[in-house]
């Protein structure tokens, strides 16, 4: 019998991501396989089943624009809030912000928007909704015996407006309800600083005790770092030489994508900082040199003591005597500590940086370079923080008001509105009538 000699006609190569079909192992249903990645860039793959192939590559197509953001108006009017919060997540917050941002905004979509409002349909959220959940919201507990704060009230408040605005951009809704929403006013909280004499009491008594952990509270109160700029602070970034300090990151916690990871984050050092101000060259004064050498000798007798356990590849200029991160939960217990030692009452970290921004103030430094050296994004900050500190600021400000008007009207004082002009006195008499 003579053979086929016909060639085998060869089937199209599929393009990238084109995906492959399939039968079920009994025939009844069609499988649709394409390979993607997801955020962490990671291969996966995704299959459809249905009966036909039309319907897998429907139900394709419809996956792929809801992974891009793209919704048609089928799935747009059945989607509930928590379906596109985890999509906005996906797509427009993780590799857009910065870890922290990437953090705080999963937090907050977990623990309070998911629960709260995850059921609602996104095209039936009301501005009338959002105002109860905000109200609500205010009765959750922080975990600590008490209530969350307006301040946390007000990110929560924002993770929703940039949830709910991108959706309006795409087109998933007409028009943003947050915008109609009321929310709690914050009422600014005045900034707690240590008394003068409490700010000595606090740094003599930790001199005295001389660890690594008390060299880093003195280092706060001289410098006013923020404290994972102080955490992630490097060695290499230290110069001595110049006598400069350079800020330009800090320690955070990640998400670890280590299934085996005994913890969900792990501390890791980001180059950068809060703001891109915030990355700044400051100079170093004699006590804070005395400071960073006195860390560098307690590091080498732990170097000596633990050798090849200690972590020289982190290079920290604080750290604990193994050379590893200092936990931010394990020192601020360790502040408290030591402010109870010292007779002072409980005072936040976050003080300290408060603390050396008064007294540079009571100092008379130009708050420009002020706000320079604390890292500011802009002067505006360094005044609504502190404008309670600065007194001799205001001082001086009604002082060049009253020369400026004696300059003017001195030569022609009629011309002076009346409340321009000191006010005489009245007696009771005039007060009351005769």
Known sequence: MAKNTTPKTKRPKRKNGEGCFTKSTDGRYIEYKVTYHDEFGKSKIKSFSRKTKEECLTAYKEWKAEQEGRYSDDISENMTIAQWANCWFDNYVVGHVKITTINDDRSILDKHIIPDLGHILIKKLKPHRLTVFYNTCLEKSNGKNGTLDPKTVKNIRAVVNRMLVRARKLGIIEKNPNDDAEYPKCTKKETQILSPEDYDKLVKYCIEQGTQ?????????????????????????????????????????????????????????????????????????????????????????????????????????????????????????????????????????????????????????????????????????????YTHVLPHHLEEVAQAQNKRFKRIFSSNEKDIPDEMLPQKETSQQDDWGA
């Open 213 to 385: 952990w008390d060299m880093l509270i003195v280092f706060f109160l001289c410098i006013g770092t923020r404290l994972g700029e102080a955490l992630g602070l490097q060695w290499s970034k230290v110069n001595f030489e110049k006598r400069e300090i350079r800020i330009s990151q800090q320690l955070q916690a990640v998400p670890d994508n280590d299934k085996n990871a005994k913890y969900k984050y792990k501390k890791e050092i980001i180059d950068s900082t809060k703001t891109k101000t915030s990355n700044r060259t400051i100079s170093m004064s004699e006590p804070v040199e005395k400071i960073l050498r006195r860390v560098r000798s307690l590091q080498a007798e732990n170097k000596l003591k633990l050798r090849e356990k200690y972590h020289r590849d982190l290079d920290l200029v604080f750290a604990r005597d193994d050379g590893y991160f200092i936990c931010d939960t394990t020192f601020r217990a360790f502040v408290n500590k030591r402010l109870a030692e010292a007779g002072i009452e409980h005072h936040k970290i976050h003080s300290f940086r408060h603390s050396c921004a008064t007294s540079l103030f009571e100092d008379k430094i130009d708050i420009k370079k002020v706000s320079a050296w604390l890292g500011h994004s802009c002067i505006g900050i360094t005044l609504d923080t």
